[in-house]
Protein backbone atom coordinates (compact mmCIF):
# COMPACT_ATOMS: atom_id res chain seq x y z
CA UNK A 1 0.00 0.00 0.00
CA UNK A 2 1.84 3.04 -1.16
CA UNK A 3 0.05 5.07 1.76
CA UNK A 4 2.02 3.68 4.82
CA UNK A 5 4.94 5.67 5.44
CA UNK A 6 7.69 2.09 5.42
CA UNK A 7 6.41 1.87 2.16
CA UNK A 8 7.63 5.22 0.93
CA UNK A 9 10.87 4.88 2.82
CA UNK A 10 11.61 1.37 1.23
CA UNK A 11 10.25 3.58 -2.64
CA UNK A 12 13.54 4.95 -0.97
CA UNK A 13 15.74 2.56 -0.80
CA UNK A 14 14.46 1.06 -4.33
CA UNK A 15 15.20 4.45 -5.77
CA UNK A 16 18.45 5.27 -4.47
CA UNK A 17 20.24 1.98 -5.47
CA UNK A 18 18.64 2.68 -8.92
CA UNK A 19 20.69 5.94 -9.29
CA UNK A 20 24.16 4.60 -8.49
CA UNK A 21 24.19 2.65 -11.29
CA UNK A 22 23.49 6.39 -12.83
CA UNK A 23 26.12 8.21 -10.82
CA UNK A 24 29.14 7.69 -9.29
CA UNK A 25 30.31 6.76 -5.76
CA UNK A 26 33.92 8.24 -6.61
CA UNK A 27 36.14 9.46 -9.27
CA UNK A 28 40.19 8.29 -9.46
CA UNK A 29 42.98 7.48 -10.90
CA UNK A 30 44.36 3.63 -11.04
CA UNK A 31 47.99 2.78 -12.42
CA UNK A 32 47.99 -0.87 -14.40
CA UNK A 33 51.24 -2.28 -14.05
CA UNK A 34 53.73 -0.72 -16.44
CA UNK A 35 50.83 1.26 -18.18
CA UNK A 36 50.02 5.10 -17.93
CA UNK A 37 47.23 6.06 -15.49
CA UNK A 38 43.58 5.58 -16.21
CA UNK A 39 40.79 7.59 -15.21
CA UNK A 40 37.68 5.96 -13.59
CA UNK A 41 34.32 6.53 -12.47
CA UNK A 42 33.37 3.75 -9.45
CA UNK A 43 29.91 3.03 -9.86
CA UNK A 44 27.30 0.16 -9.39
CA UNK A 45 28.89 -1.36 -12.90
CA UNK A 46 31.99 -0.74 -11.90
CA UNK A 47 32.58 -4.62 -10.95
CA UNK A 48 30.92 -7.50 -11.00
CA UNK A 49 29.75 -7.95 -7.33
CA UNK A 50 28.72 -4.16 -7.00
CA UNK A 51 26.90 -4.77 -9.52
CA UNK A 52 25.17 -8.21 -8.22
CA UNK A 53 24.92 -6.68 -4.71
CA UNK A 54 22.97 -3.22 -6.09
CA UNK A 55 20.91 -5.17 -8.47
CA UNK A 56 19.89 -7.33 -4.79
CA UNK A 57 19.59 -4.92 -3.23
CA UNK A 58 16.96 -3.43 -5.64
CA UNK A 59 15.19 -6.22 -6.09
CA UNK A 60 14.89 -6.99 -2.41
CA UNK A 61 13.21 -3.19 -1.72
CA UNK A 62 10.60 -4.03 -4.61
CA UNK A 63 9.85 -7.46 -2.93
CA UNK A 64 9.57 -5.58 0.40
CA UNK A 65 7.30 -3.40 -0.62
CA UNK A 66 4.86 -6.01 -2.03
CA UNK A 67 4.61 -8.01 0.82
CA UNK A 68 2.51 -5.78 3.03
CA UNK A 69 0.27 -7.99 3.93
CA UNK A 70 3.36 -10.05 5.89
CA UNK A 71 4.81 -8.02 8.40
CA UNK A 72 6.79 -10.21 9.93
CA UNK A 73 8.66 -11.09 6.62
CA UNK A 74 8.56 -7.81 5.99
CA UNK A 75 11.21 -7.11 9.00
CA UNK A 76 13.20 -9.58 8.40
CA UNK A 77 13.91 -8.48 5.01
CA UNK A 78 13.87 -4.74 6.13
CA UNK A 79 17.02 -6.08 8.22
CA UNK A 80 18.86 -8.16 5.57
CA UNK A 81 18.31 -5.13 3.87
CA UNK A 82 20.11 -3.35 6.05
CA UNK A 83 22.88 -5.89 6.28
CA UNK A 84 23.32 -6.18 2.25
CA UNK A 85 23.72 -2.25 2.25
CA UNK A 86 26.21 -2.06 5.14
CA UNK A 87 27.81 -4.77 3.16
CA UNK A 88 27.46 -2.83 0.09
CA UNK A 89 29.31 0.76 2.19
CA UNK A 90 32.49 -1.68 3.23
CA UNK A 91 32.71 -3.03 -0.86
CA UNK A 92 32.97 0.52 -2.17
CA UNK A 93 35.21 1.32 0.47
CA UNK A 94 37.21 -1.59 -0.26
CA UNK A 95 37.69 -0.77 -3.90
CA UNK A 96 38.73 3.14 -3.30
CA UNK A 97 41.29 2.03 -0.64
CA UNK A 98 42.66 -0.83 -2.73
CA UNK A 99 42.17 0.01 -6.47
CA UNK A 100 42.56 3.35 -6.87
CA UNK A 101 45.65 5.22 -6.16
CA UNK A 102 43.83 8.99 -5.63
CA UNK A 103 39.92 9.49 -5.48
CA UNK A 104 37.72 12.33 -5.01
CA UNK A 105 34.44 11.19 -3.44
CA UNK A 106 31.23 12.57 -5.37
CA UNK A 107 28.51 13.83 -3.71
CA UNK A 108 26.40 10.88 -4.54
CA UNK A 109 28.72 8.71 -2.57
CA UNK A 110 25.52 9.28 0.03
CA UNK A 111 23.35 6.85 -1.89
CA UNK A 112 24.39 3.98 0.18
CA UNK A 113 23.85 5.76 3.23
CA UNK A 114 20.41 6.71 1.61
CA UNK A 115 19.35 3.30 1.02
CA UNK A 116 20.45 2.25 4.64
CA UNK A 117 18.45 5.21 6.01
CA UNK A 118 15.56 3.63 4.12
CA UNK A 119 15.44 0.32 5.38
CA UNK A 120 16.03 1.41 8.83
CA UNK A 121 13.14 3.67 8.81
CA UNK A 122 11.10 1.34 6.82
CA UNK A 123 11.77 -1.36 9.63
CA UNK A 124 10.85 1.15 12.11
CA UNK A 125 7.42 1.57 10.60
CA UNK A 126 6.94 -1.94 10.40
CA UNK A 127 7.66 -2.63 13.74
CA UNK A 128 5.55 0.10 14.93
CA UNK A 129 2.33 -1.01 12.89
CA UNK A 130 3.00 -4.52 14.28
CA UNK A 131 3.27 -3.28 17.83
CA UNK A 132 0.06 -0.91 16.85
CA UNK A 133 -2.06 -4.57 15.78
CA UNK A 134 -0.38 -6.35 19.15
CA UNK A 135 -1.80 -3.57 21.61
CA UNK A 136 -4.84 -3.62 19.43
CA UNK A 137 -5.60 -7.29 19.88
CA UNK A 138 -4.86 -7.47 23.59
CA UNK A 139 -7.31 -4.66 24.65
CA UNK A 140 -10.39 -6.35 22.02
Given at each position: ?65 FLFGN ?47 GYLMA ?18
Amino acid sequence: MIQRPQTLWLLVSVLAAGLSFIFPFATGWTIPPDATPIKVQVDAGYQLYLTALTLVLLLLGLVTIFLFGNRTRQQWYCLLGLLLTTLLGALYIRVLLYELNEFIPSLTALLPIAQWVGYLMAWRGIRADEKLIRDQDRLS
